[in-house]
Nanobody
Framework: HVQLVESGGGSVQAGGSLRLSCETS????????VAWFRQALGKEREGVAF???????TYTDSVKGRFTISQDNAVNTIYLQMDNLKREDTAMYYC???????????????????WGQGTQVTVS
């Protein structure tokens, strides 16, 4: 069982930056897919950024060039650096992880079994 704990959310003005952290209970390098999702009020949860077992990162179009996903395996932590934030980025942000063999990808909410509790990001 994998435990995930997010931190780093808060309130920021448009154009500002935040860095979200997700501490994991296991080493997710090489054998896990990890991701950040978000859910705005009244909307469905959507994938924002993904890292596959080979280390390749993928982003949803609305955050490309503004958000960066990374992981520090020495401290079992996944990060989401968010720059040039916009009001439409306001949402609860969740990190997710699940086992992945090399070549696998997980992009949907349903494909992840392990989730953090979420951290709120508000952009005004």
């Amino acid at each position: 069982h994998v435990q995930l704990v997010e931190s780093g959310g808060g309130s920021v003005q448009a154009g500002g930056s935040l860095r979200l952290s997700c501490e994991t209970s296991v080493d997710t390098a090489s054998t896990y897919c990890v991701a950040w999702f978000r859910q705005a009020l009244g909307k469905e949860r959507e994938g924002v950024a993904f890292i596959d077992p080979g280390g390749e990162s993928t982003y949803t179009d609305s955050v490309k060039g503004r958000f960066t996903i990374s992981q520090d395996n020495a401290v079992n932590t996944i990060y989401l650096q968010m720059d040039n934030l916009k009001r439409e980025d306001t949402a609860m942000y969740y990190c997710a992880a699940d086992f992945c063999a090399v070549g696998w990808v997980r992009r949907t909410v349903e494909s992840y079994n392990y989730w953090g509790q979420g951290t709120q990001v508000t952009v005004s």
